[in-house]
């Protein structure tokens, strides 16, 4: 795996590679190998959703190559690894498959800005990697050799040097200690391998101190956001980067940073720039540098913004916080019913968390008392824990703890538990960090449970709407189904409806009011209504529709409604239908011929009173089956509408007539994504 991943970098032109594999049955991608880049770059990424709005996500799930040449390119499509990485550099996301089995995507990191599209040989490159890799994967899942593991990704090396004598680094040594000003080395993750005694002079430290070190932790003044961005930015763009920055109390020092694959060489010199600023204080650095801190917090924020219900916010905290700050476990919590409720967790055995989900706010325990008072607490130990909480058993295996209050609106709404397996001080500038970063989970929490209610609310308005049951009609086999739109609360104005008029004749109706809100859903309760109410007393299908017309156009609602009516006479085996604008039925007949039942259109419902329907009659032969269904079954962007009518005719044609909710569940399965409610509702005329 390492020679494949290797190869293809090296073919490729790519400074850095990220391996994801998709587990069988799972809807994520998980990062198994990081090249080029340090491990710290890649964590928010570590646990990649198939629906997250990423390039490696669109790469799998579409199974296609996406292509991102630049900064404004990349904030432009994917807003959220843009404001963690805002830097110029060209990424290509693809899948990595066997055969025609998923096995997980590619994401290749390119210096500079490249043109719009790869080129030929670019894509061939790129997909020959991936064909490789994949079959290397599909080995390993053979051998049934884990790719997962529970800590950090594989680190592919870096390409090795040329070997060195001794007298080589000697001159090397003594060539860099000529040179004016100061050098020094850096390795990919930002520690400095090597430095010239004038290097060490000019920043003030002992080289002894500095070899091995990252540069803002061992000196203080440099832990400033602009200091390690720069850094970021030379690793990235793979171009040289400068900065200039005060060692207090009045040296100016210019870096000069030069990349390459097997770190960066950084020139120091001393500096003379216009103004004064003050000196930052001389403080240890502890936990995360600031501008680690920025970029968890930047990511965070941006990945929180696109959670949805309280489950996204529980695993998007757990995805996000728990790689990058070093933790192993989470749990997060909140307020109800006077009750302290476990909402998710992760790195905690189920049984040991459920025995503390609903115990009552008033009770001796850590997460309780944080959310009612607001206040974080730090235990750096046990014994710590143990002096607070003396009931307390030490269960969960773990060494230090936070809890930290959630507030949205200025007050505590739940806590969140941050558990280390090693010892950890919690400094002053890390509680502030992590007090911040929990600050933000508790914003979208508040958010995802406000969502939630409404979206329950929605459902069962939606299931009280739509017909609980559908009667009994001798002579006929029926089947519906309902999916709200990907987007909004999941309500819509979708209905169908099938009506037994006497015991040879039934009425069948299906229908889409226009928007995805509570307006849509109550005028589709009227309109079905309202058909249901024309077709009890014998009306006609142009008279169910003009019926149903003159109500909304009476009510003006400012929604326009599509609507086919069908009469369906079992007696003579025959049908008529009219539509208003509504997408034409389709008749699967029992030898597999399916026929479009078209009908001059009439206009939608509710635009203009007194309009006439046209009718059509068609015959019902024994075995057929009835298709009536709303636009979200076959629309699609960029799909041309016939083309995905004819689709849909094939997939009826090859379903098994005799077994309709079966044929429902496969119509339903080839749908686009819902961005568009979608009804459907089946009728199978008896032999």
Known sequence: MDAAMAALLGDSGAFGGLLYVLPPGE???????????????????????????MPVADAVRERRLVWITGQEDMARRYPRPALVLPYDFTLSAAP???????????????????????????RDIIETGCRRLGALLQQAADRDDPLLSAGRPRTLPPPAGPAASSAEEAAASAFADRLPGGSCGLDINGR????????????????????????????PWMDVPQVEDRYRAALVSRRPQAFTVLRPPDVWLDFELYPDASGISVR???????????????????????????????????????????????????????????????????????????????????????????????????????????????????????????????????????????????????????????????????????????????????????????????????????????????????????????????????????????????????????????????????????????????????????????LLTDLDPGLFTSCVYVHLDLATRRACLATAGHPPPLLRHADGRTELIDVPPGLLLGIAPDVLYPTREFPLPPGCVLALYTDGLVEAPGVDLDDATAALAGLLEDADPTDLDAMADALMRHAPSPGDDIALLLIGIGE
């Open 268 to 550: 120091i010199a001393r500096g003379d720039p216009s103004g004064d600023a003050p000196p930052p204080r001389s403080v240890a650095a502890s936990g995360p540098s600031r501008a680690s801190v920025l970029y968890h917090l930047m990511h965070l924020a941006a990945t929180l913004t696109e959670a949805v219900g309280v489950q996204d916010v529980v695993e998007q905290t757990a995805d996000q916080l728990l790689p990058a700050l070093g933790a192993q476990g989470m749990v997060l919590m909140a307020a109800e019913d006077g009750r302290l409720r476990v909402l998710g967790h992760r790195g905690y055995r189920a049984r040991l968390v459920e025995r503390f989900d609903a115990v009552p706010l008033s009770s001796d325990i850590p997460g309780s008392k944080v959310l009612t008072t607001g206040v974080p607490d730090f235990f750096a130990n046990f014994a710590d824990l143990r002096r607070a909480y003396p009931l307390t058993v030490h269960e969960d295996g773990m060494a230090s703890w936070a809890f930290l209050p959630l507030i949205a609106s200025g007050r505590p709404i739940g806590s969140l538990l941050l558990a280390y397996s090693r010892p950890r001080l919690f400094p002053p500038g890390e509680r502030a960090v992590l007090t911040s970063l929990a600050g933000l989970v508790g914003q979208a929490l508040d958010r995802a449970r406000l969502y939630d209610a409404q979206h329950q609310l929605a459902r069962r308005l939606q299931s009280d709407l739509l017909p609980r049951a559908l009667p009994r009609v001798a002579g006929l086999k029926v089947a519906a189904r309902y999916l709200p739109a990907a987007r909004g609360l999941g309500i819509g104005g979708d209905f169908y409806d099938l009506i037994r008029l006497d015991a040879h004749t039934a009425g069948a109706t299906i229908g889409d009011v226009q928007g995805h809100n509570v307006d849509a859903a109550a005028l589709m309760g009227q309109v079905r209504t309202a058909v249901h109410a024309h077709a009890t007393v014998g009306a006609s299908p142009d008279d169910v529709l003009a019926g149903a017309n003159r």
């Open 192 to 219: 400095i391998t090597f430095i010239t005694r004038a290097g060490a002079d000019l920043v003030g430290a002992d080289r002894a101190d500095l070899v091995g070190a990252l540069p803002w932790e061992v000196l």
């Open 27 to 53: 809807d994520a991608l998980w990062l198994v190998m990081v090249a080029g880049i340090p491990q710290e770059f890649a964590a928010p990424w570590r646990r990649v959703a198939l629906t997250d709005p």
């Open 96 to 122: 990595v498959a066997s055969g025609t089995a998923l096995q997980g995507g590619l994401v290749l990191l390119l210096p500079g800005e490249r043109p719009p599209q790869p080129g030929a040989q670019e």
